[in-house]
């Protein structure tokens, strides 16, 4: 899949993000190799600490229903519902070691949206090195 429909899904994501508390609003679109997409959104709690990440909403439904390989997810998280995001919302720690357990640190792409058109790409390896993983045990 390009990789600007697989942003624009992870925009359209950002509608479902339940975020009434940092009101920080973030999609995720995440491409299976088999070519489908599971897409997510942060879903936070009251207590806080249960709150989920948009990309871990992502990797979950695809995991849950059978897939475990992966070519790429995008990212879009911000203030502003509906309107251009104001930055790149790169993901978290928790979120990048879930990554480390089903993704290839070195083919895996991580892109992280601030538009359909204004995004930034990384490997799972850059934003992980060192990462510890299935392979390390
Ligand atoms: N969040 C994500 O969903 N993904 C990220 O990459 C960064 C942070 C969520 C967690 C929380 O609901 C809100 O954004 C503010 O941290």
């Known amino acids: 899949m390009k990789k600007e429909e697989l942003?624009?899904?992870?925009?359209?994501?950002?509608?479902?993000?339940?975020a009434p508390y940092s009101k920080f609003r973030v999609g995720a679109a995440i491409e299976c190799?088999?070519?489908t997409v599971y897409?997510?959104?942060?879903v936070e709690n009251a207590a806080y600490g249960p709150?989920?990440?948009?990309?871990?909403?992502?990797?979950f439904?695809?995991?849950s229903e059978g897939?475990?390989?992966?070519?790429?997810?995008?990212i879009a998280g911000g203030y502003e519902e509906g309107m251009e995001v104001s930055g790149y919302a790169t993901p978290c720690g928790v979120c990048r070691q879930v990554m480390m357990e089903f993704c290839e640190p070195e083919n895996f792409v991580i892109l992280v949206a601030k538009s359909?058109?204004?995004y930034k790409e990384f490997t799972l390896k850059e934003l992980m090195p060192e990462g510890f993983g299935a392979a390390n045990l």
Request: hydrophobic content about 25%; some cysteine; aromatic content about 8%.
């Open 51 to 59: 709150s989920n990440c948009a990309e871990r909403t992502a990797i």
């Open 67 to 74: 897939k475990r390989s992966f070519t790429q997810i995008a």
């Open 116 to 118: 359909e058109t204004d």
């Open 33 to 35: 190799k088999d070519g």
């Open 7 to 18: 942003v624009k899904k992870a925009l359209e994501s950002r509608k479902y993000s339940y």
């Open 39 to 42: 897409t997510g959104c942060n």
């Open 61 to 63: 439904k695809a995991v």
